[in-house]
């Protein structure tokens, strides 16, 4: 188990080892019990560790590097408690940790989750964040290309809209013709009687 194989997944607490993914969902393991389950891809949104961003009062840094802060300062900074009431605590617990994390955008709520993360990648020997370095630069090139297969799915419904509307375009046609018959025929009807008029007149 590596640490790009970590997600955390909404609707969800905890963290989760992706196994393998599905056309509609995927399965996961959870790092706290070792259970396995499936997860719907309707119901519950898989977000990779290495993904994840945290705001800084500079630029955005990679959730890694967080952690990585706060296993280089594990001996000499008391780690603050998730399950503290005290949110002046944690605030300055990441301060101390991570000078630069950006307070206005980095909820308490956020730090708390953090703070739990960390102790399951702990307990699990996933601190290891050599890898994610390689893997976070990969993750930015991946949108980049995956681009133009969404512009390709979104032209086929556009061009089954014109088929569509082409059918009553073809029947329109149809009753016009078939219109122009009806109005041919008592045209003749008329003709009939008034030469049978005529006949009456020259008698």
Known sequence: MEYREIV???G????YQLMT????GAIVRNLADRTTKFISARLHNVTPLESIEVYTTGDNVRLHEVFQKMK???DTVAKADPKSPDNNAIKSYFKTVFADIDE??????DMKKMLK???L???????????AVAAAAAAEETPAEEAPASKAA????AEVKEEVAEKPKKAARKKKVEGDDANAEPAEKPAKKTAAKKKKTEE
């Open 21 to 24: 993914t599905k056309s509609d």
């Open 154 to 157: 979104t032209a086929e419904p």
């Open 8 to 10: 955390a997944v909404t």
């Open 121 to 131: 990648l702990k307990a699990n020997d996933l601190l290891n964040f050599e890898a």
């Open 117 to 119: 993360w960390y102790e």
């Open 104 to 109: 206005d955008r980095v909820y308490v709520s």
């Open 12 to 15: 969800l607490s905890g963290l």
């Open 72 to 74: 280089d300062t594990e």
